[in-house]
C-alpha cells in the first residue's frame, strides 16, 4: 500500500466504504416482503430540484452536464483506445488501466468510478451527449471535450 497516513487514510475509507455498502444490503434484505411495497413504492408527490434531495424521477425533462474527471489529452479510436462506458464501474478497473481514456455516458462526481480514474490518473470524463456514430472512429479527447478528427 501507500506509505504514511495517506496509505492509512485510503485503508480507512475503503473499510467504511465496504461496510457501509454492507450494511445497506442486509438493510434492504431484511425488509419483509409484505412490508416491502410500502417502503419500497415511488412518491406520489412530484418534486423538483427545488427544496428537495430526492428525485422520483417521473417528471424530470432535464439533461445532465457533462463534467471532466482527470485533465488530459489524448487521441485514438473511440471504443477501442477509448473507452466509452454507459456507467462508472471500479469493478472494471483494468479496462481502465489499460485504456488512454475513459469516457462515460453518466456517473457523479463523487462516485468510487471517478474516486478510481483520478487515482489512476486516466483523463476521463462524463459525457451523456455522445455522438454513438462516432464508435470506431479516431477522436480526440482535451480536457471535458471529444472532438472527432477531421478526415474521418
Do not use: C
Not at 22 to 42: E, I, N, Q
Request: charged fraction near 25%; aromatic fraction near 10%.
Amino acid at each position: 500500500g501507500l506509505p504514511g497516513m495517506r496509505g492509512y487514510y485510503l485503508q480507512v475509507r475503503e473499510w467504511y466504504r465496504d461496510n457501509l455498502m454492507r450494511l445497506f444490503f442486509r438493510l434492504h434484505h431484511a425488509m419483509p416482503s409484505a412490508d416491502r411495497a410500502h417502503w419500497f413504492a415511488p412518491h406520489p408527490d412530484i418534486r423538483s430540484r427545488a427544496g428537495s434531495f430526492w428525485q422520483d424521477g417521473r417528471e424530470g425533462t432535464e439533461q445532465a452536464t457533462g463534467f471532466m474527471i482527470y485533465p488530459g489529452q489524448v487521441q485514438g479510436i473511440l471504443g477501442d483506445d477509448i473507452l466509452l462506458e454507459d456507467t462508472l464501474d471500479p469493478g472494471r478497473h483494468a479496462h481502465y488501466q489499460n485504456a488512454r481514456a475513459v469516457i462515460a455516458r453518466m456517473g457523479g462526481r463523487l462516485s468510487h468510478g471517478s474516486t478510481l480514474l483520478r487515482e489512476l490518473r486516466k483523463p476521463s470524463a462524463v459525457l451523456p451527449n455522445v455522438d454513438m456514430t462516432w464508435v470506431g472512429k479516431e477522436v480526440r479527447y482535451r480536457d471535458g471535450e471529444l472532438l472527432l478528427v477531421e478526415g474521418q
